[in-house]
């Protein structure tokens, strides 16, 4: 049995990789980008790696024996008939979000966007949102030296997103400009007759002194299996600030592996909201990494699992410079027999005296067979520093819904509030009205 498991696991892979290979050798970046050679690199890397287990420790978790059951197909282009209507958007007014960049199985999708066809008086002209073929020649460049950072790769799905790379989502902020419209990157999966695994890409530069605020979304058109397997760069310049919400709300019967890998230059700020809702199996590797001294970091993250769902949440931060401070602040709700998954990391290494560092995990399990594993993480070289890190795990408490139904509220009405107390901590630091009431509304429905 164990042999045959072993075999299903590298042909998977190497089915993808096969896939991917044809991806690329159909893609026109090649030269520009200079693609080719990281994908040949990625699938080098791929077919020598193992797909994760159990056995895994920072897979023991999330058992993904399920997906390998699943015969996943890449598709080779952009053929989804996706209508406007069809997108259900995180705000009530789609006027409130007029950047919008949208992408369909991984691939741009110019009608559906509206970033090509605005020309608003307060948009910058150097600013650019597109995808990777329009970036303008003089950013080019840059971009490239983002890419090329995951020629060294060091975790598989990361690695196979890189080998089928064929296009992205780009937002470029030029030097001491502050973009003050949000700037909505929607991520469509559109299952087919079969499982269908689409892999998007984003690259954001924000470059010193700049400001922009993204939201980064995805969700499914349809129904089917699905397999997402996305990676997003967030390049936080000298003195930048980067407010990035990170909305999953993908169908049932998904898989969603994401990947962000953030970099910090001195004296920058980054705020990360990442809020799980969707999806059968979910997993968010969250990676930042600071590259200069003085850097606030800001990690606030909600997952909601119920049914049979399972949400899985790893991050680090990587301190190797002196007088950067964090906060993490990380809740789960957890109800029926689904389970929620949270380790975080946090390196404070010798340089990085004068550390400020804060990490907390909340959870909230609703019903006798839901389940939560947390585990907050400290690794501190530095003797100079201010850490603390901490984790609850409880449930409603009965004399809080006696209470309110002493006020003349019903069991389910007096769930219900509670429940939106426990998020309403997270989503009311949502930087867009419109997604924080939208999440609240879906929170409580599924509480």
Not at 377 to 396: F, R, Y
């Amino acid at each position: 049995m164990m042999n045959t498991q072993v075999v299903s696991r590298e042909m998977f892979l190497t089915d993808l990789v096969n896939q991917c290979g044809k991806l690329g050798a159909a893609n026109k970046e090649s030269s520009a980008y200079g693609l080719q050679d990281l994908r040949d690199a990625a699938m080098e890397y791929v077919l020598s790696s193992t797909f994760p287990t159990v056995r895994d420790e920072e897979w023991r978790f999330t058992d993904l024996s399920s997906v390998l059951q699943i015969p996943f197909h890449i598709p080779q282009s952009n053929q989804s008939k996706v209508k406007l209507a069809d997108i259900i958007m995180p705000v009530k007014n789609r006027e409130d979000l007029p950047l919008r960049l949208v992408f369909v199985n991984g691939f741009y999708a110019p009608d559906l966007s509206t970033v090509e066809s605005l020309v608003l008086p307060n948009l910058p002209l150097d600013f650019y949102a597109g995808n990777l073929s329009n970036v303008p020649k003089k950013y080019q460049g840059r971009i490239s030296d983002v890419l090329s950072k995951h020629r060294q790769q060091t975790e598989v799905f990361t690695a196979l997103n890189t080998a089928g790379l064929a296009d992205s989502a780009v937002v470029f902020v030029p030097a001491n400009m502050s973009i003050d419209l949000p700037i909505h990157l929607l991520f469509l999966t559109a299952p087919g007759a079969s499982g269908t695994m689409c892999q998007p890409h984003c690259s954001v530069i924000a470059e010193p002194g700049s400001n922009v605020t993204l939201i980064e979304d995805y969700a499914t058109i349809g129904n089917g299996p699905a397999f997402t397997n996305a990676v997003t760069d967030v390049v936080v310049g000298e003195n930048a600030t980067v407010n990035h919400v990170r909305l999953q709300r993908e169908g049932g019967e998904v898989v969603h592996i994401g990947k962000s890998a953030i970099e910090q230059s001195r004296n920058s700020r980054y705020t990360c909201h990442a809020i799980n809702l969707g999806g059968k199996i979910s997993r968010h590797n969250l990676e930042v990494f600071q590259r200069g001294e003085a850097t606030e970091t800001t990690l606030n993250g909600l997952s909601v699992a119920f049914g049979e769902q399972l949400a899985d949440t790893h991050s680090l931060i990587d301190f190797n410079h002196p007088h950067g401070t964090s906060r993490q602040l990380h809740k789960c709700i957890v109800g029926n027999k689904a389970r929620a998954v949270f380790n975080g990391k946090v390196f404070v290494r010798k340089a990085a005296q004068l550390t400020d560092a804060g990490q907390l995990s909340r959870n909230l399990l609703l019903s006798p067979r839901a389940r939560v594993d947390t585990k907050p993480q400290l690794e501190i070289v530095a003797d100079n520093v201010k850490c603390s890190h901490g984790a609850t795990v409880s449930q409603l408490e009965d004399d809080e819904l006696f209470y309110l139904q002493s006020r003349g509220l019903d069991l389910e009405r007096s769930r219900y509030l509670l429940i939106d107390a426990f998020a309403a901590e997270i989503l009311n630091l949502l930087p867009i009205i419109g997604v924080a009431k939208m999440l609240s509304t879906c929170v409580a429905i599924q509480g």
